[in-house]
């Protein structure tokens, strides 16, 4: 019997549904459009946890649902900032420089026009030339192809080595987080060309829209961040639910079963894991121009590692358990270190928030894996009265590793 | 007895005024008296060498305070005395034997005042007398002199000294340096060859400093051959890596043989001063934003005789061609900069194969370190499979009991001894404490384990932070360990770092002994081997988990004390080394004490073999050991050493 996507995923309607009403009410309240009762600032960080959403989808595909641990999914979302802000730092200092030398009372060859651009860039690293990898800075089609095809081509490269030599488990884990470690090495050194630890900055103002104010300009990119969510999550929501979802799933939970039964699980896994680097890519380039910056250490191995904790915590192998993990952990964090969070007195001691959050953030990760390793998501099992079997103690899935209360689900 | 000291003392008394007038030393300074009172450099010369070369006893004295502007000179009689001011006048010494020989008013004694060029031609007469001074203390002062600020007029005293030279030391010193001065300075080529050929091999900085100038060259152009008198180096073609076109225009230029080109920027400001109507040399200021309408508006501007011509690139080219370029040595002497060049090739060899052995050495000690972090990830990770990441925040702890122990014991050597015991206990204690409250419940599920000793170690990092602050704490090692063993000039370690290469190798023993010689060894290889049935031997496997842990936990936090004895002690000690901590385990080969030895070799020197060929970027130098290992780990996913049959767990 064939069911419909929809009938399978009752959860994407409720959550594009969920989604709708949310952007519908910030759009309202914010300031750009609406009463103004949510500040821009507070709409950018709305709009920035919507594509730490969707890059927790993402990270959800590769680990909840194909257990694939990856330490490196921030690495590929920071390409994607990177790719995209090339052309808005190299478009907006075109701008800058045209308009100076405009001034000047013999009008600018197009070789001083990219000198003095070069220059505007890479003063502050000591250079002026342009490296390599800005060879397609100056176009916007050819960048945002990039943003897709950088961290989705490293992803193959990376996976495609990583997967034919059977590295698996907490080794992947180790060998992700070293390409992490390395990339953001890279990218600290001045000449890698993307400006060393200076990052690239300036993001926030997008060329061409000068006329256009923040406040509204925030509220497009809340919008467009509320679609790639969208989009994120009915594509991976698609990705799971058939065939393919089952087949990632069984590759979860017992490799060689599947590749006994003649899967290529090599490819299945590079499928999912290149996928997921391009979503990540595309969150990243929707995150930087509303952060307004970028630099290497927004992608140092810890950045991915948080990223697997908000899953963790939202609930992994489910969708909308990431969502929820990344928008509840992230907006906690921010309340919690911008100083927003009124201080703790027990008496002997103040407890500061802003000091005191990553302890209470760490313990409570290691209590949600010990106690509930299904996450903040799996209270809705609660709701639906799903629950795991009871076998008293007798051994419950096919291997030791493997997520077995979801193989025993009834 | 008495009556002896009592005629001396009076012959003395009444010898002094008499040798007042008449001593050698004075009658010396009153023959040069003209040359002296006329103070010019250019003419002093033969009274300060008269002064040197005349034997006397007070010569030296007389020279030294003649330096030090305390000469002073009589007005009545002209003669030269010392003087110290006594109240309202001065009180006259005689320059030969330092007697008091009566008083003066100021009006009466004239103060000799040498100029800067004065003082250092006596200065240098002077080093004659410190190299021959009975103090060796001094002749060796006199030596540093020489070799901070040689000139050519060193070279005969220092010559002169070494024949009466009595400590060997000394000698060897003077001969090197006299080598040294003669390359430099000596008129004789032959004599010069011979010591620059005695220097080949040499590690000394100073030879190298001595014969870098020989070789050192500068850049000209003719139009012919260049010319015999000159000594060449080499003929460069423009164009070339060494020689750009540009550069050799520039030589052009300089030598005055072809008009200077107007760089693109100056031409751009002579067409700016020029703007008539919009226009500019007949071309619209619009249209000028090529460079072929630029250099058509200021040809045209030239023409007019507004600025000056330019030099076309056909000129430019054909100039280029029919010009020799070369370099030429300072040194004329070709045999000479032939033999410096030579000593120079063999240094540099010899100078290559010792940074060879420096490096070596250094990255024995990067890999001892590795070692060290990832000798107690061996154990938790390597035998019991259970991956720690508050492994790196193990090694803080470490460092931040050695710097509490140091707030209390203030003797750094005892500190130490105390400390490396207790950051042990303290570390199992906290390894024992995390392995029964999270690890044991998370067993068969490694990437659970992961992430929630992640979580204790951003936790831990936190408090680490909260308590200790954000700034880096000193670690202070013991004054026995401070310095460094010096082999030579360029390989050079420090004892740090032997320290730490010994207290490397001690943890491969003590692993070793406890896994292979004593009971908690035998058990913890059985239980990792098979929990079910150890456990149906008797041995109990959750004691020994926990133990496992606990041993491999403080050991890291012994490495931490070690660590931070070199490297600041902040909160982010541990995560500086964990991934590294991790590659060496999974390169050497997980659960092989050896191959993590290895592991940890093959990346210390893989780093600094990396750092050598781009020494001033190690970020770059990890980045591609990071490479590198992924590489690796394609083509031996198991590590170096891999496990086989039913260890292997699979």
């Known amino acids: ?410 | 007895m008495r009556i002896l000291v009592a005629a001396l003392s009076f012959i003395c008394l009444i010898a002094l005024p008499v040798s007042a007038q008449d001593s050698p030393i004075q009658q010396l300074l009153q023959e040069n008296r003209t040359l002296i009172e006329q103070s010019s450099r250019r003419t002093i010369g033969p009274a300060i060498d008269a002064l040197r070369d005349s034997g006397l006893p007070a010569a030296q004295a007389v020279l030294e305070k003649w330096q030090a502007r305390e000469l002073w000179q009589r007005k009545s009689d002209g003669l030269f005395f010392f003087a110290e001011r006594t109240g309202d006048g001065y009180r006259l010494i005689d320059i030969a034997t330092g007697a008091d020989v009566g008083s003066a008013t100021g009006g009466e004694i004239e103060q000799l005042k040498p100029n800067s060029g004065i003082r250092a031609l006596i200065g240098v007469a002077l080093v004659q007398f410190q190299l021959t001074d009975p103090d060796p203390a001094r002749r060796m002062a006199a030596l540093d002199a020489i070799a901070r600020n040689a000139e050519a007029a060193h070279l005969a005293p220092l010559r002169a000294s070494i024949a009466t030279e009595t400590d060997p030391a000394l000698t060897s010193r003077k001969a090197r340096l006299e080598r040294l001065l003669t390359i430099s300075y000596d008129d004789e080529p032959d004599a010069r060859i011979a010591a620059i050929e005695s220097f080949a091999g040499d590690l000394g900085v100073d030879a190298r400093a001595a014969l870098n100038p020989l070789v050192a060259t500068t850049r000209a152009v003719t139009a012919g051959d260049p010319p015999a008198t000159e000594n060449v180096a080499r003929r460069l073609a423009p164009g070339s890596d060494v020689l750009s076109e540009a550069a050799a225009h520039a030589l052009l230029v300089e030598a005055g043989l072809v008009a200077p080109r107007i760089s693109a920027s100056d031409i751009r400001a002579a067409l700016a001063a020029h703007v008539e109507n919009g226009q500019v040399g007949g071309v619209p200021v619009a249209e000028l934003d090529t460079d072929a309408a630029r250099e058509r508006a200021y040809a045209a501007l030239a023409a007019a005789g507004l600025v000056p011509a330019t030099a076309t690139s056909a000129e430019v080219a054909e100039a280029l061609s029919s010009h020799v370029f070369y370099e030429r040595y300072a040194e004329t002497d070709p045999r000479v900069t032939e033999a410096a060049n030579a000593a120079l090739d063999a240094i540099a060899l010899k100078v290559g194969m010792n940074q060879a052995a420096d490096l070596t050495l250094d990255a024995l000690s990067l890999a001892s370190i590795y070692f060290l972090a990832a000798i107690g990830l061996a154990i938790t990770f390597g035998v019991m499979g259970v991956i720690n990441m508050a492994h790196g925040e193990f090694i803080m702890m470490g460092a931040y009991t050695g710097y509490v122990v140091q707030q209390f014991v203030p003797d750094y050597t005892l500190s130490i001894l105390i400390a490396l015991p207790l950051a042990f206990a303290i570390t199992f204690a906290a390894g024992v404490a995390m392995e029964r409250l999270v690890i044991r419940w998370l067993y068969n599920r490694p990437l659970e384990t992961l992430l929630a000793t992640f979580g204790i170690s951003i936790a831990l990092q936190q408090l680490a932070k909260n308590i200790f602050g954000t700034q880096a704490r000193p670690l202070t090692s013991p004054g026995w360990l401070d310095g460094s063993l010096v082999v030579n000039d360029i390989v050079s370690i420090s004892y740090i770092r032997i320290a730490i290469f010994v207290l490397a190798l001690i943890f491969l023993g003590l692993f070793l002994f406890i896994m292979r010689r004593t009971r908690l060894g035998l058990e913890v290889r059985a239980v990792t081997q098979n929990p079910r049935m150890a456990a149906s031997m008797g041995i109990n496997p959750d004691r020994i988990n926990m133990l496992t842990f606990g041993l491999g936990s403080g050991i890291a936090g012994v490495a931490g004390v070690a660590i931070g004895l070199y490297a600041k002690v902040t909160s982010e000690l541990g995560q500086d080394y964990i991934v590294q901590s991790f590659m060496t385990v999974v390169v050497g080969g997980v659960g092989n004490i050896w191959g993590t030895l290895l592991g940890a070799t093959l990346i210390g020197f893989l780093q600094k073999g990396i750092e050598w060929f781009n020494p001033s970027n190690t970020l770059a130098a990890q980045t591609y050991m990071i490479l590198f290992i992924i590489l690796f780990i394609q083509f031996r996913p198991r590590g170096i050493i891999a496990l086989r049959g039913r260890a292997a767990g699979d």
């Not at chain 1, 997008?206 to 925030?218: F, H, N, T, Y």
Request: net charge neutral; charged share 10%; hydrophobic share 50%.
């Open chain 1, 1 to 410: 019997m064939r069911q419909s996507f929809i009938a399978k995923n009752p959860s994407v309607l409720i959550f594009l549904a969920l989604l709708g009403l949310f952007t519908l009410a910030v759009t309202i309240l914010g300031e750009g459009l609406g009463i103004g009762l949510i500040s821009t600032s507070f709409v950018k960080t709305l709009g920035k946890t919507l594509c730490l959403c969707l890059v927790a989808i993402a990270m959800d595909l590769v680990w909840g649902y194909a257990g694939i641990l990856s330490l490196g999914h921030f690495a590929f979302f920071g390409l994607g900032g990177y790719m995209i802000g090339m052309w808005l730092m190299y478009a907006r200092t075109e701008l800058i420089v045209v308009e100076s030398l405009a001034q000047a009372e013999i009008p600018p060859t197009p070789d001083e026009i990219r000198d003095a651009i070069g220059t505007q860039i890479f003063g502050v690293v000591g250079g002026s030339d342009f490296p390599l990898v800005w060879a397609f800075a100056h176009s916007l089609p050819l960048q945002l192809a990039l943003v897709v095809l950088v961290p989705g081509l490293l992803a193959l490269v990376f996976g495609w080595l990583a997967f034919r030599s059977r590295v698996t488990g907490v080794y992947l884990s180790i060998l992700t987080q070293a390409m992490t470690l390395a990339l953001a090495l890279y990218l600290f050194q001045n000449d890698s060309g993307l400006r060393g630890n200076n990052g690239l900055s300036g993001l926030q103002n997008i060329p061409g829209a000068g006329d256009v104010p923040q406040s509204l300009m925030s509220i497009r990119f809340f919008w467009a961040s509320a679609a790639a969510l969208a989009i994120g999550y009915v594509v991976a929501a698609f990705v799971v639910s058939g065939k393919f979802g089952s087949v990632i799933r069984g590759i979860r939970d017992d490799e060689a079963r599947v590749r006994f039964l003649g899967y290529s699980v090599e490819g299945y896994k590079l499928f999912v894991f290149t996928l997921t680097a391009v979503i990540a890519g595309i969150a990243g380039a929707l995150y930087y121009p509303q952060a307004g910056i970028i630099n290497p250490a927004e992608i140092a191995p810890i950045a991915s590692i948080y990223l697997a904790v908000w899953v963790a915590i939202g609930g992994r192998g489910r969708l909308y358990g990431a969502v929820i993990g990344a928008g509840f952990v992230s907006l906690l964090s921010t309340w919690f270190t911008g100083g927003q969070a009124p201080d703790l007195n027990v008496g002997f001691y103040t407890v500061k928030w802003v000091d005191w959050w990553q302890v209470l953030l760490g313990l409570s990760f290691v209590l949600v894996t010990l106690f509930a390793p299904k996450g903040i998501g799996g209270l809705f099992d609660l709701l639906t009265g799903r629950r795991g079997p009871d076998r008293h103690g007798a051994d419950l899935g096919p291997g030791a590793g493997s997520f077995r209360e979801k193989e025993a689900e009834q």
